[in-house]
Nanobody, 120 residues
Framework: QVHLVESGGGSVQSGGSLRLSCIAS?????MGWFRQAAGKEREGVAT???????NIASSVKGRFTVSRDFPKNTLYLRMNSLKPGDTAMYYC?????????????????WGQGTQVTVSS
């Protein structure tokens, strides 16, 4: 089990930016971000594997960037041009594979989540 701790959430206005961070206790081949809005199912946002290959959800492509700092075991999500529809709890997750399309069942370790709220 990988221990994951997210940070960086907050409240911003539409068009604003945030950067989420997730510190992992150990290395994982695949790390990713998922989000869950109130009353909706959890959805995949972005994943990145140990080679730096990324998979980005179409709803955020061009606005969100996922990256990793391997020496620091840290995952990032840079979110630009935020919209009210991006409002959700954002979760960091770790897995042994980076499947496509996103499959939350592949991810055995999850953080506690960090809230992102975008106002219009």
């Amino acid at each position: 089990q990988v221990h994951l701790v997210e940070s960086g959430g907050g409240s911003v206005q539409s068009g604003g930016s945030l950067r989420l961070s997730c510190i992992a206790s150990v290395y994982s081949y695949c790390m990713g971000w998922f989000r869950q809005a109130a009353g909706k199912e959890r959805e995949g946002v972005a994943t990145i594997d140990s080679s730096g290959r990324t998979n980005i959800a179409s709803s955020v492509k061009g606005r969100f960037t996922v990256s990793r700092d391997f020496p620091k075991n840290t995952l990032y999500l840079r979110m630009n041009s935020l919209k009210p529809g991006d409002t959700a709890m954002y979760y960091c997750a770790a897995a042994g594979i980076c499947g496509a399309p996103f499959n939350s069942a592949d991810f055995g370790s999850w953080g506690q989540g960090t809230q992102v709220t975008v106002s219009s």
